[in-house]
């Protein structure tokens, strides 16, 4: 099946269009066996992937605006089918985690418009394809919170909704602007991220446009200082909403880096290390601080979800090998992670409706399961060895080293501080004695919980004792994109900066 | 070429075939007339297909005109711009016209002279596009104004006479500025038409001290085409005219009287353009600019969904004006595109307005369409929900919908063309505008309805004519991936054949 792509973004929009005729009463099968074949769909993809190929795979290109060059261009390689992977294999989750009763018809078909425009943006390869996805990834996602959010669910909607809207269309200026690069450069028009790689440009050029497309992903990721949307959008969001935002929408941001930004602007991208990096170490430690002063749980796995994101941009400006492969593998396992955080702060909210650390304590003794799968999800968060988080995090910050060490200690308090706070959040709730009389009382994880939770644990183990599956394929295609940038960047700094060691040493 | 030389006329120059389509809505006008006169108590359903007819065969007889002729004694110019304004002014009109077979009564529509002004109308507006000769551009413009201005007071509200009165007055003081710039450039260069001023134009450019009438002249056009396009500060009229005119009314007046004026501002300030004279174009600009940041700021504080919507309209104005200032054949394509595309956006969106019409002023003191008319909607009327939500997204330019495709093209024009500042500026204009247009789908999806107004049906004006505008124009709106190839392509053809660039 070489269209598995197309199979895969437009399968979950027919499959929504077609749930308006479900019932009520039955949708919610309906959006599991969608989902679980969306899911099995990628493994399809995954599994017939070549992983030995570091270049496009099941590359589809068809012309709708030859004129103005914009195709309907789809492709993956090693970086984007983990997340592809990790997108249709989060909303599965989400989905059979659902706790919604009401509306739960629009919920479910809303959820898998927001999956076609996920899946979208990581397989497009035309960047206004590309642009459209990642437009269209906003509105299900303002009904998601504005519809089934908490009290303030449409501040925080419209907020997330302007903010991202306003970043992207300067990215689109950019993309303007390169496209009319592209134009004047070759004659010809083309919107293909393919061919634009060929492109050399001057370094101011690059700045500007580097810094126009900063501004779209960053919004996205969110760093610091354009991050406050975020902790809004995750109080007010229902579970199911802050699972794929944290797992997936996040990540379009940092994809979005690796994908345009380095290969693009490799000059440029050099050029702006020390910025990023303050930025990100700034982001780092000043959201871990914040995650510590929260009293609601939710809010600390909303900060420390900032705080992680931090590491990916850092382990992404590393430009080397390691550095980037490492902030890959970190946004697989952050998506994963608190992914299943919020799912966890969800089934505890479900019971009690609230999210409150002083409500709780000594649960431990109450919900055995459910404490034990939150100790493990904590310790996956915080980066122990053996789990999914320590590899990415070690990967990303050793990256980092060989740019600069000073900034890297900085940095790698983060696991400090995330073992602060996390086990601050794990030692409220879970230990000590039982202060509230009616917590004696609460049940653990049913079943419907522990079939979304316990995948979960199985890959938060899995990858973190055996994750060359998975980090292989990203190593291939990320040697090729350091390669690629290596060979295009101009000024002497940049040469020097990106190291594509490991083909050195075989010279 | 003397200005006033009765003797050569020459009538093979009258070439009556350019003026075909003219001559048929203006025959369909008469044929209205005539068989009112005969028989009276007809119903408004057959004077709605009479116009519709009409339209359709002026649209044929668009279709099969010739490129680049000239007729009516050379005032009349057939080139592609002409053919683009007129299509878009006639197909805005057919869709216009069946949102009459309303379920309520409206006592304009009770009027078989309602649809001969309406065809009088068109017929002004076609005149104006198809011509280079600025007094027969005048004399079109006075035409259509002057059929305008009942058409609205025949709502027959207080609202609608202050709106017709207010727009007549306006009107009248614009066509003053036309007239005035008009004299003045033929006192400059001693012809009124466009071909001739822009040749005698370049010619006397080097002369010292000729720039004060030349720009004088452009200015004094600058404000008439501004009061007609809503450039600000020219835009007061236009929100309480719109307010005061019935929803489907105004949706047609932010298009079609606009893209006639824009088609006369073409062909007028491409001669500035071409001539380089700076000060001109910078001018163009900053009006646009102004009229795009303020329009949008004043959007945002409406309470009335229709205000907002024709705030929205100056905005849009503004936009597609930077891309006239551009003088390239991407900027002047993508002015018919967006208007071509807006066209259907707007005129959906309005005429969903149109359909949720009540006599009664039920949730707000004055304004007919306040937001919190909107709230609950989802629950109330599903499809029609969701049918507003997407032109209101296709309004704030997002993909995949149709004004996408618009603002990609006009912005691309305008980089293109080394206006970075100006892109960014308008880019972030949409940043803004997306939060008034979000605040109407927020009252639509996620709040609930009033406690006492649940019961109230939003839709009481509906209709099948209204059902099937409205499907159409969303269809248009959501498919636009898939003609915008062929459609900008058809655009890009006949706009380089008309010379502009």
């Known amino acids: 099946m070489s269209n598995i792509l197309t199979v895969l973004i437009f399968f979950p929009l027919v499959a929504g269009l077609f749930g308006f005729l479900v019932s009520q009463k039955s949708i919610r099968v309906y959006g599991i066996a969608v989902a679980a074949a969306e899911f099995l769909l990628s493994l399809w993809l995954w599994f017939s992937f070549d992983m030995k190929n570091a270049g496009m795979q099941f590359v589809e290109k068809i012309n709708i605006i030859p004129e103005f060059g914009i195709s309907y261009y789809l492709g993956v390689d090693g970086i984007s089918l983990f997340l592809v992977v990790m997108t249709t294999f989060m909303t599965l989750i989400g989905i059979i985690g659902l706790s919604i009763k009401k509306d739960i018809k629009n919920m479910i078909i809303t959820l898998l418009f927001l999956e076609v425009a996920m899946v979208g943006v990581f397989v497009a390869l035309d960047v206004i394809l590309f642009y459209i996805f990642w437009e269209f990834s906003l509105v299900p996602m303002l009904y998601i919170i504005g519809a089934w959010g908490g009290e303030k669910r449409l501040y925080a909607a419209i907020k997330f909704f302007i903010y991202t809207f306003a970043g ?72 199911v909403g802050s699972v794929i935002l944290a797992a997936v929408l996040l990540k379009m941001g940092t994809y979005g880096f690796v994908r345009f930004s380095l290969p693009l602007f490799p000059d440029a991208s050099v050029s702006a290390i020390l910025p990023i990096a303050i930025l ?125 060490p000073i900034m890297t200690i900085l940095a790698g308090t983060s696991i400090i501080l995330g073992a602060v706070y996390m086990l601050a959040v794990l030692k409220k709730t879970f230990f000590g004695p039982i202060t509230k009389e009616e917590n004696k009382s609460l049940k653990d994880l049913n079943a419907k919980e522990l079939t979304a939770l316990v995948p979960l644990v199985a890959i938060v183990v899995w990858l973190g004792v055996y994750p060359k599956p998975v980090l292989a394929p990203i190593d291939t295609s990320t040697k090729a994109l350091v390669e690629l940038m290596h060979q295009k960047a101009q000024t002497k700094e940049a040469k020097a900066t990106i190291l594509v060691s490991k083909t050195k040493e075989a010279k | 070429m003397a200005p006033i030389n009765p003797v050569n006329i020459d009538f093979s120059s009258l070439n009556l075939v350019t003026l075909a389509p003219m001559l048929v809505t203006l025959i369909g006008a008469l044929v ?25 065969i002026a649209v044929g007889a668009v279709l099969s005109l010739n490129l680049n002729e000239r007729g009516l004694f050379d005032t009349i110019l057939i080139d592609g711009v002409a053919i683009l304004g007129q299509l878009i002014i006639l197909i805005g009109s057919m869709l216009f016209i069946p949102l009459a077979l309303t379920k309520k009564r409206f006592h304009e529509f009770s009027y078989p002279e309602f649809f001969a002004l309406f065809l009088f109308m068109i017929f002004g507006f076609q005149f104006m596009v198809s011509s280079d000769n600025l007094i027969l551009i005048f004399i079109g413009l006075e035409t259509a104004s002057l059929a305008l201005y009942p058409l609205i007071a025949m709502h027959n509200t207080r609202a609608s006479i202050e709106a017709a009165i207010k727009y007549f007055t306006m009107g009248a003081m614009a066509a003053g500025f036309f007239a005035m710039g008009a004299a003045v450039i033929y006192g400059v260069t001693g012809s009124v038409e466009l071909a001739v001023v822009a040749d005698v134009l370049k010619s006397r450019m080097s002369e010292a001290g ?49 893209i006639a004026m824009m088609v006369v501002a073409v062909r007028f300030f491409n001669i500035y353009l071409d001539l380089d004279i700076v000060s001109v174009k910078n001018l163009i600009i900053i009006l646009a600019i102004v009229t795009a940041t303020l329009a949008n700021m004043m959007a945002l504080v409406q309470g009335d969904v229709k205000r907002m919507l024709a705030y929205s309209s100056i905005s849009h104005a503004g ?91 006009v912005l691309s024009a305008i980089v293109d063309k080394g206006y970075y500042l100006v892109a960014l500026i308008m880019a972030l204009n949409s940043a803004i505008a997306v939060y008034y247009y979000l605040k109407l789908i927020v009252y639509m999806f996620l709040k609930p309805a009033d406690k006492d107004k649940e019961e109230v049906t939003i839709y009481a004006n509906r209709a099948l004519s209204l059902e099937v505008v409205i499907g159409f124009a969303a269809f248009v709106t959501i498919t636009s991936i898939f003609y915008i190839e062929p459609l900008m392509k058809f655009i890009t053809d006949l706009v380089k054949s008309s010379g502009l660039v």
């Open chain 1, 168 to 239: 992207s269309l300067v990215m689109l200026v950019g993309i303007l602007y390169l496209a009319h690069l592209y134009q004047s450069t070759t004659g010809e028009w083309s919107f293909a991220l393919t061919d634009w790689y060929k492109l050399q440009m001057d370094l101011d050029v690059q700045k500007w446009l580097f810094w126009a497309f900063f501004l779209g992903f960053a919004i996205k990721v969110p760093m610091f200082p354009f991050h406050t949307w975020l902790p809004y959008a995750h109080g007010q969001a229902p579970t």
């Open chain 1, 280 to 404: 990100a170490i700034i982001m780092i430690i000043y959201t871990a601080m914040v995650a510590f002063a929260q009293k609601d749980i939710k809010q600390v796995i909303a900060y420390s979800s900032i705080s992680h994101m931090g590491v990916i941009v850092l382990g992404t400006f590393a430009m080397n090998v390691e550095g980037i492969a490492g902030s890959i593998f970190l946004m697989l396992s952050h998506g994963i992670v608190s992914g299943a955080l919020f799912l966890l702060v969800g089934v505890i909210y479900d019971r009690k409706h609230t999210k409150l650390m002083d409500e709780f304590g000594g649960l431990a003794k109450v919900m055995p399961t459910y404490a034990t799968i939150f100790g493990i999800m904590t310790m996956a968060s915080v980066g122990l060895p053996l789990t999914i988080g320590f590899i990415g995090e070690y990967l990303s910050l050793a990256g980092f080293y060989k740019v600069s």
């Open chain 2, 32 to 56: 209205i007339l005539i068989i009112d006169l005969i028989k009276k108590d007809l119903d408004k359903s057959l004077y709605v297909t009479l116009t519709i007819l009409t339209l359709f």
């Open chain 2, 210 to 258: 000729i720039l004060i009438p030349v720009v004088g002249g452009a200015l004094l056009l600058l404000v008439a085409i501004g009061f007609k396009v809503s450039l600000i500060p020219f835009h007061m009229w236009t929100p309480d005219v719109y307010e005061g005119s019935p929803a489907p009314l105004a949706g047609y007046m932010s298009i079609i009287p606009k």
């Open chain 2, 319 to 409: 936009f597609i004006m930077v891309a006239l200032a551009l003088d390239s054949l991407k900027g002047y394509s993508s002015i018919f595109l967006y208007y071509g595309l807006f066209l259907f956006t707007n005129l959906g969106a309005f005429a969903m307005l149109w359909v949720s019409r009540r006599k009664a002023k039920l949730f707000h003191d004055r304004f007919h369409h306040p937001y919190e008319k909107f709230a609950g909607m989802i629950h109330k009327a599903p499809i029609a929900a969701v049918i507003m939500a997407i032109f209101m997204l296709s309004l704030a330019g997002v993909p995949p919908f149709s004004l996408f495709w618009g603002k990609l093209y």
